[in-house]
């Protein structure tokens, strides 16, 4: 198998295409039946462990999750080391208290610290903890440094979790102490704050390399369209989450993502479809 292409984010090698944990730990952003239907596949960490292993066979080799309270997970990725010999890096975006107090600053510190202890090298604050912090009229994020130095005090990579743009807007002027952030993108402007065209120029002006997500909008394009446009509108640096149900969807995403990058046709099959026409490959009537 080809190894994906990499990038580099604080020092440390990732593959340009992360895996995602939605279709794993049941967020379809389509509906509640959806979510039953995901939890329902990866049900048990061996399940999850499979579904990993096709990733790892590219070497792609880094997940992004919000880790607490999805343990199975967790497990799973332990399973797939343990079958595969490759270690998985984490990327973690815990949900932290961002209160202005005493109280909240120490569960915040204790919530990073459940990320230091379950391994992660990354941590990016989720971003419904971190736009809270947000003051437009200042161009600033409040008090962010003081959670940035929390991990990077536990040994982990800082970085943010930044669906409002402002935040990497702010923080790339201000000068705060992050190596990455994750970017809402995708050709329909799914749960996209602004326009396409201008999240692309967020991006194209990032000082520290973009993690993109919501690539395919929660299965609202398909796949060949919706990665198709993300390797060919982000810089070399940047990469795409790709989330996956099962491992033969890995396996095309892979394909359609390497196509991409590398300007080729996609070698992919047709769809499932009754009664072809010519023009799909069907019979001429």
């Known amino acids: 198998m080809i190894s994906f292409?990499?990038?580099?984010?604080?020092?440390?090698?990732?593959?340009?295409?992360?895996?995602?944990?939605?279709?794993?730990?049941?967020?379809?952003?389509t509906s509640p039946a959806s979510d039953k239907m995901i939890k329902h596949y990866h049900s048990t960490p061996e399940r999850t462990a499979d579904l990993l292993e096709a990733y790892l066979e590219y070497d792609?080799?880094?997940?992004?999750?919000?880790?607490?309270?999805?343990?199975?997970?967790?497990?799973?990725?332990k399973i797939a080391e343990e079958r595969t010999g490759k270690k998985i890096i984490l990327i973690d975006t815990p949900i932290i208290n961002v209160a202005d107090s005493a109280d909240a600053r120490?569960?915040?510190?204790?919530?990073?610290?459940?990320?230091?202890?379950?391994?992660?090298?990354?941590?990016l604050p989720h971003h419904s903890s971190v736009e809270q912090l947000v003051n437009k009229g200042k161009g600033i994020i409040d008090r962010l440094p003081d959670y940035l130095y929390m991990i990077r005090e536990k040994g982990m990579i800082p970085g943010l979790s930044a669906h409002m743009p402002e935040l990497i807007l702010y923080s790339d002027a201000n000068e705060y102490d992050v190596e990455t952030y994750v970017q809402i993108y995708n050709c329909m402007g799914f749960l996209m704050q602004?326009?396409?065209?201008?999240?692309?120029?967020?991006?194209?002006?990032?000082?520290?390399?973009?993690?993109?997500?919501k690539s395919m909008a929660a299965g609202r394009c398909s796949p060949f369209v919706g990665i198709s446009f993300s390797y060919n509108t982000i810089r070399p640096c940047?990469?795409?989450?790709?989330?996956?149900?099962?491992?033969?969807?890995?396996?095309?995403?892979?394909?359609?993502?390497?196509?991409?990058?590398?300007?080729?046709?996609?070698?992919?099959?047709?769809?499932?479809?009754?009664?072809?026409?010519?023009?799909l490959g069907g019979d001429v009537k």
């Open 194 to 213: 602004v326009e396409v065209e201008y999240i692309n120029q967020v991006i194209w002006n990032a000082k520290k390399p973009v993690m993109t997500i």
């Open 238 to 279: 940047d990469m795409v989450t790709m989330g996956a149900f099962n491992p033969d969807e890995v396996h095309e995403d892979v394909e359609i993502a390497l196509a991409a990058i590398e300007h080729r046709r996609a070698n992919i099959g047709g769809r499932a479809t009754p009664n072809k026409t010519a023009a």
């Open 5 to 29: 292409p990499r990038t580099e984010v604080g020092g440390i090698s990732l593959p340009r295409m992360l895996i995602g944990s939605n279709w794993i730990n049941g967020y379809s952003h």
């Open 106 to 123: 120490k569960e915040a510190e204790a919530m990073i610290e459940k990320s230091r202890k379950i391994g992660a090298t990354f941590c």
């Open 60 to 77: 792609i080799n880094a997940i992004m999750a919000l880790f607490d309270g999805n343990e199975q997970l967790l497990e799973g990725i």
